[in-house]
């Protein structure tokens, strides 16, 4: 486990902002990714009929759509325990494979930190 009061200040905020975009929207994760520019993007999961994406794709496709061509860190709030390989993926993808990645509880306490790739 990773002291989240250890954090740098500009990565602790992308946890508190994915952590309220979960709670605000009642989804099961909050995602949050700091663009080249120190930009954030903030996400929640989506799930409609047709189209289901994780709050950290969500997230890293608004960055995208916003014209961001590189990401400096993601982090997303969830009960898993583990990142899935998509969602590597997808940080990697704009940030590239060093691209740190922090995994935060539902109580904002960061379990886990990986890289993108």
Do not use: F, H, W
Not at 43 to 54: E, K
Not at 85 to 114: F, I, K, M, Y
């Amino acid at each position: 486990m990773t002291d989240s009061n250890a954090l740098d200040p500009e990565d602790r905020k992308i946890v508190t902002l994915a952590r309220s975009a979960r709670a605000r929207n009642g989804v099961p994760e909050g995602a949050a990714v700091r663009d080249e520019t120190g930009r954030t993007y903030v996400a929640g999961t989506v799930d409609l009929p047709s189209l289901r994406l994780s709050a950290l794709q969500t997230a890293v496709a608004m960055a995208v759509a916003s014209g961001a061509t590189s990401l400096e860190a993601a982090a997303v709030v969830s009960e898993a325990d583990t990142l899935t390989d998509t969602d590597r993926a997808a940080v990697s993808d704009l940030g590239g494979p060093g691209t740190p990645v922090l995994l935060a509880g539902l109580d904002g306490a960061v379990r886990l930190t990986v890289t993108a790739g």
